[in-house]
């Protein structure tokens, strides 16, 4: 369908970078990784994690940036456009899909950051035991309403940036929220690193032990970074197709590569150092930021309020993520329906709720519900972190590495010949044999052995 007007366009090149390095930023970083690092022996993982980054994040990024900014419209009329008169436009549709779907639990999880934030400037933390602490965010999640008000609320918020468009939202919005989110880190960085022991913390994050390797940590690595970097369904496509003609499409993608992962690896030199501080468990799984860390906000001078800085840090990092995955539905529902952005928005960000609240309430008044063995909001998780993340991301690059000329992608990285593309012989290679192989490796493992986790 053809647009009325112009189409949107970011307008700067730090806007570029914000804009894609918030949507990798998120949950993620801040939430997962320091848990999967800690389950996986520490700096083993993260060296493993390094080079999937390198050597299959970056290629793969490069291709949905040249796909978005080749294809110049939503992730399906991107297909569409590139691959006429070819089932190609299936794989945006997924991508729409899984947009749909990661938004609908994510943004359950994005809105429990809120009523922590709450708690830090009311309750505190302080003087609550573990035992206290794990039963307050129990019954929180219990609560019919709570949860699923908190998690409305945080798609408002999204919505409300997404409706102002490119120029005048997301990238606006980035610009400034990045930023904040790096000083925040950066704070907690400088406390963490200074409380008594936290060498130890950073020895388990830094000192790799490799007897805790083995295959199965290798595909959950190559799993966190495809998720971490936004990988698979169309967010960069999407935010692609909004760059310029004279953007560095390598180079934007090593540089968003390179922000997420010393993002991480900050949350990790946040979070170790203070958990080996207080003698507490690395290992303790999804749970670490809502209840370890209240825990060590509990005992620390000052505690409430770097709990505070804490989940608004987590809170910002989730909302420049859930802002550019309803952008995936918006700019597909606004483009395909031929409708404005605003009844888009409204249309994308109502449907999503709704499945989201049910994403929400399977922790409380639905936790008996079980599908496949699964609550939703688990099997919600599963369909798009083991299936339509991987499996978009293996079409994306047999797309781009077989589909294309090769020309053609030259042609586009290289700005038409601007650009000295050196690296291109081996991002082609990568593209067409390596990358392939290793998320086929990624996808039949998680179809087939559950969850990576
Ligand atoms: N990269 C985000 C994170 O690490 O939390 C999550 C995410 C955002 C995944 C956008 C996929 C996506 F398209």
Not at 196 to 223: C, H, Q, W, Y
Not at 243 to 254: S, Y
Not at 282 to 298: D, H, K, M, R
């Amino acid at each position: 369908m053809s647009l009325p007007g112009k189409r949107d366009s970011f307008g700067s090149k730090f806007g570029i970078i914000a804009a894609a390095a918030g949507s990798a930023v998120g949950l993620g970083n801040i939430w997962k990784f320091p848990y999967i690092t800690g389950q996986n022996g520490g700096g083993a993982f993260l060296l493993i994690y390094l080079l999937c980054v390198l050597l299959l994040g970056v290629p793969v990024m490069i291709s949905e940036f040249t796909i978005g900014r080749s294809g110049k419209r939503n992730v399906f009329g991107s297909f569409k456009s590139l691959a006429p008169d070819s089932p190609w436009y299936f794989v945006g549709i997924m991508g729409v899909v899984a947009a749909f779907v990661i938004l609908s639990f994510y943004s359950a999880v994005a809105g429990w950051t809120l009523e922590y934030i709450v708690k830090s400037l009311t309750i505190g933390f302080g003087n609550q035991s573990t035992g206290e602490l794990s039963k307050a965010f129990s019954s929180f999640l219990a609560h019919p309403l709570r949860p699923v008000i908190w998690q409305l609320l945080f798609m408002l918020l999204t919505a409300l940036i997404v409706v102002g468009g490119i120029k005048n939202g997301i990238e606006r919005y980035n610009k400034f929220l990045m930023p904040i989110l790096v000083f925040f880190l950066l704070l907690l960085c400088v406390r963490s690193v200074t409380l008594p022991g936290s060498e130890k913390g950073l020895s388990f994050l830094f000192k790799p032990d490799f007897s805790r390797v083995n295959i199965k940590t290798i595909l959950f690595a190559m799993g966190q970074a495809f998720f971490s970097l936004s990988l698979g369904m169309g967010a960069l496509i999407t935010y692609a197709s909004y760059f310029r003609k004279t953007d560095n499409l390598g180079r934007t993608a090593m540089t968003v590569s390179l922000a997420d992962t010393m993002i991480a690896i900050l949350a990790g030199v946040v979070i170790f150092p203070a958990v080996f501080s207080f003698n507490i468990e690395p290992t303790a799984g999804p749970s670490l930021v809502f209840i370890t860390l209240p825990e060590i906000f509990s005992h620390l001078p000052l505690g409430n309020l770097f709990g505070l800085v804490f989940f608004i840090l987590l809170a910002v990092a989730a909302l420049t993520s859930t802002v550019s995955v309803l952008e995936v539905v918006v700019a597909y529902f606004s483009e395909e329906l031929g409708i404005s952005r605003k009844k888009a928005t409204v249309l994308a960000s109502v449907s999503i709720s709704i499945l989201g609240i049910f994403a929400s309430l399977s922790f409380g008044p639905l936790s008996s519900f079980k599908l496949f063995g699964k609550s939703i909001f688990d099997l919600l998780d599963f369909i798009a972190s083991n299936i339509l993340l991987p499996g978009g991301g293996l079409l994306i690059v047999i797309f781009v590495g077989w589909y294309l000329n090769g020309k053609f992608v030259l042609n586009e990285v290289s700005n038409s010949g601007e650009l000295k593309v050196k690296y291109f012989p081996v991002y082609l290679f990568i593209v067409r044999f390596i990358a392939p192989v290793a998320i086929a490796a990624i996808f039949i493992y998680s179809v087939f052995y559950g969850s990576l986790g």
